[in-house]
């Protein structure tokens, strides 16, 4: 059954720490995985795209990893912000089209 | 538009009722697709047009949910005879087309059934 497991389900950090989020996947064929942010009350805005042949990319202060090997990735947030407080959604598409496999997401919740 | 919009932003009906959620997705975009997103879940695709037609309504929850699209823009989901169950958050997304291309979302509308 093709899934995907988020950890952890939620975390507090201090404002300027860094954090890294995980999500492991048992989707396949895989096509590409996905990080969405989503602020409360809004809808999730996309963070990082990665193909199979990407290890590595980067968004502003948000670096995503991928696996495909362990079928792993990783979502590193350095030196945190207020607004980085959000649901961070890990997605991963089996095929071209509309097999998105969503993740229930990490909450992070940054505190001054 | 500049992004998707959908509207309601909120709506509250009693139990039996039906409801129309609208979406409007970014201007040229032939891919849409609605998910639903209950408290404490993930996104639970629910079906994808692309262009006026939907290849895909497998997520349909029941017969009771239905969509349609027209002029390769504007969705409408449709909920009848509304159950508590129904009580979620909508979302909207549209791409440029599929395959491995940024999804755009929408704020979402927020159903409470009483």
């Known amino acids: 059954k093709n899934q995907v497991e988020q950890s952890p389900q939620s975390l507090i950090i201090l404002e300027g720490k860094n954090c890294t989020l995980q999500c492991n996947y048992t989707v396949s064929p895989f096509s590409n995985l996905r990080w969405y942010k989503q602020d409360t009350g809004r809808g999730p805005v996309s963070l990082t795209i990665?193909?199979?042949?990407?290890n590595t990319k980067s968004n502003g202060r948000y670096t995503a990893t991928l696996d495909a090997d362990t079928k792993q990735s990783s979502l590193h947030i350095t030196a945190s912000q207020l607004s980085d407080s959000a649901s961070y959604i890990c997605v991963v598409s089996a095929q071209a089209g509309t097999a998105l496999i969503f993740g229930k997401g990490t909450t992070l919740s940054v505190s001054s | 538009g500049a992004g998707v919009s959908q509207s309601p932003s909120n709506k509250v009906t009693e139990k039996g009722k039906d409801v129309e959620l609208r979406c409007d997705p970014i201007s040229g975009h032939t891919a849409l697709y609605w998910y639903r997103q209950s408290l404490g879940q993930g996104l639970e695709f629910l079906i994808y047009f692309q262009g006026n037609s939907a290849p895909d309504k497998s997520g349909l929850p029941s017969d009771r949910f239905s969509a349609e699209r027209t002029g390769g823009s504007v969705s409408t989901l449709t909920i009848q005879r509304t159950q508590q169950e129904d009580s979620a958050v909508y979302l909207c997304?549209?791409?440029?087309?599929?395959?491995?291309?940024?999804?755009?979302f929408g704020e979402g509308s927020r159903l409470t059934v009483l």
């Open positions: 990665m193909t199979f042949s990407e």
């Open positions: 997304a549209s791409s440029a087309w599929t395959s491995n291309v940024e999804l755009f």
